[in-house]
Each structure stands twice: as C-alpha cells, then as structure tokens.
Nanobody, 126 residues
Framework: QMQLEESGGGLVQAGGSLRLSCTAS????????VGWFRQAPGKEREFVAA????????YYADSVAGRFTIARDNAKNTVYLQMTSLRPEDTAGYYCAAKPYATARALSVATDLGSWGQGTQVTVSS
C-alpha cells in the first residue's frame, strides 16, 4: 500500500504563511488524486483541499478558498499546500490522503481513503 508522509508544519503568527508537503512512496503517483484534511482537538476531521489525478483540477473548502493553494509535482511524487493569511482557527493536525483515478471533488467526500500520512501539526498564534 502506498505510504504518504507530510511535512512542513510549525508555529506561525496569524497572517503568516506555511507550505506543507505530502510525499508518496509509489511509482504511479500521477494516477492518484491527493487531498488535505485537518483535525483540531475535540473536532471532527474536515476536508481542506484536493487536487485531481488527471488535469490537476482543484477543489477547496469554503473556509480556505482564496487563502490556500494546492499543487502537485509528479516528478517529485509530492503535493504541496501553500497556506497564506493563516488564522488561529487553522490550527490543527494536517493529513494527506490519496485515491486513484479520482477527481478532487470526489476525493473530498470519499469514505474509502485507505492511504493516509501521519500528519503534521500547524499552530497559528493570535
């Protein structure tokens, strides 16, 4: 099963920026849609952003649209999440997941995401 590894989290002040990376251990990375999800303590996991496998179409949660940008580099088996204008409510553990031959929108509501990373913590101070 493909393994995913997140990195790039940290502590940042409100209004700041971070770039998260999700790197996959597979030779067929290009056929996977990849998404970012987050979970804060005491809250349910929520969708953040996703990028499709084929035309690199993207889809964002309303709460991050216009502030976050997802992109992929298939040569590096990596998907990035550029986060700007960060807010304290963005504080959470961020996790990436992948699904083969999926659109970004389909991944955002998928219930059969078998490949998950260990997560990276993002903390935004006010």
């Amino acid at each position: 099963q493909m393994q995913l590894e997140e990195s790039g989290g940290g502590l940042v002040q409100a209004g700041g920026s971070l770039r998260l990376s999700c790197t996959a251990s597979t030779r067929t990375f290009s056929v996977y849609a990849v998404g970012w999800f987050r979970q804060a303590p005491g809250k349910e996991r929520e969708f953040v952003a996703a990028i499709s496998w084929s035309n690199s179409g993207t889809y964002y949660a309303d709460s991050v649209a216009g502030r976050f940008t997802i992109a992929r580099d298939n040569a590096k088996n990596t998907v990035y999440l550029q986060m700007t204008s960060l807010r304290p409510e963005d504080t959470a553990g961020y996790y990436c997941a992948a699904k083969p031959y999926a659109t970004a929108r389909a991944l955002s509501v998928a219930t059969d995401l078998g490949s998950w990373g260990q997560g990276t913590q993002v903390t935004v101070s006010s």
